[in-house]
DNA sequence: TTGCATATACGAAGACTTTCGTATATACTT
DNA sequence: AAGTATATACGAAAGTCTTCGTATATGCAA
């Protein structure tokens, strides 16, 4: 359980968000979804870019012609999982459930992901039951 | 459901918990916790807390003798709140499930807890029910 | 009331993030 | 091959967060 790996910043995740959903990505590409929400130049997108390549290691690059292409090396799974931890801690006193609480609040899930949810907690008790 | 109010840092949040877990505290008794996990001086934490109560309002104080007694004024619930949906938003692509089995995926939650969250989602089953 | 311990006030440095202007490189078109 | 459009490289400014040194105020004890 790691916890010196570098959190990514929201303008980071934002930059990740699209690698994870589009697949590899130019940073035109990249800069032109994120420009439709928000007023950012395109040498802005580019330097974060940069820096998640070579100072944090988030992402890698390979050239095709002239421009580079841009993937994720930090996995959606692992940053979430990074995140969610961090957030236990400092904010929910590490309890799970009132994270889970707050979370599901808010009543934006479908019926389908409530009992998507139970079954979920169901296979978590039979996983200890069987230790 | 403003989106504009300031979310505290993570080290605003540390004293928040603090003034969350033990109600109104002074500087020197908040820094004596901080400082028991975490070399800090004193004067960065005084500076923290004065930031929280004279730029950003979460807190406020009063005076007693000559030191001020600090208390939040962002409740736990709400900067819970205002965390989750941002985590949600910039993490989750805004699927409350996803997040959940992320907490709930790796931690040690108590059958106890587990338990709880199954009645908390019958609960909200029957509420949309009775919509 | 003088001095000590302790509190707050203030200012600024250092680190990090975000931003962008400008310079330079590269491919494509004509 | 020269010109244009577009990409990357680089450096630095501006903003925020964190840190702390130093100055100043205040209450209490001798």
Redesign the interface.
Known sequence: MQRKDKKPT?SE??IL?ILW?NGPSTVREIHDIISKTKDVGYTTTLKLMQIMTEKKGFLTRAKSGKTHIYSALLTESK???G??????D????G???????????????S?D??K???E??DQ??KD?DND
């Open positions: 929201e995740l934002e968000r959903d940053a979430q999982q995140l969610v931890d961090r957030l236990l400092t904010a929910f006193d309890s799970a459930m009132k994270l889970v609480m707050k979370a599901l609040g808010n009543r934006n899930s019926p992901e409530l998507k949810i139970k979920f907690i978590l008790e200890r």
